[in-house]
């Protein structure tokens, strides 16, 4: 009587899990791409973090180096009333790509260096950059690209002889 109540059972889950195959493999079909898109946006998007967190770092110590470089009370006192944006664009520019590791998915489209506060009366210094990472897995559903931004800033330091 038992092993005949066994087979009844086992008979009644057979035709059970049975009856429940294809749902399950239309479940899977139709989640498939979900699961997919999910994982290559954990992917991308934690490259673009990492890439974001190489820029930010390159981006500060540029804009603390060029200001250490930049003698604002020097020029000040030899007559010039403003600073050479352009020769401070060149250290900020110099100390960026010693930092800044390129790569082949990874590219640096726009870098700025301004001197804010006064024009006569310079204080800081803003490093800001744009970037662009590829994107792997994205891709499959029309998504190129990330673009990043990370900005720093300095206090000019002057330097007394």
Known sequence: MEIKALKLK????????????????????????????????????????????????????????????????????SGFTRLDMQRAQEIAMEYFNRNYLQKPDFS??????????????????????QAKVDCYFLKMFGIESIKINSAASSRLRSIKN
């Open 10 to 77: 086992n008979n009644y889950l057979n035709n059970y899990f049975k009856k429940e195959t294809a749902a399950v493999l239309i479940t899977v079909a139709i989640l498939m791409p979900l699961f997919m898109m999910i994982t290559g946006m954990t992917i991308d998007i934690g490259r673009a973090f990492v890439y974001k967190e190489e820029i930010n770092k390159a981006c500060m110590v540029s804009a603390e180096e060029a200001a250490k470089e930049i003698e604002v009370l020097t020029a000040q006192q």
């Open 108 to 129: 640096v489209n726009n870098f700025n260096c301004d001197v804010f506060d006064e024009s006569t009366n310079p204080k800081y210094l803003q490093v800001s950059c």
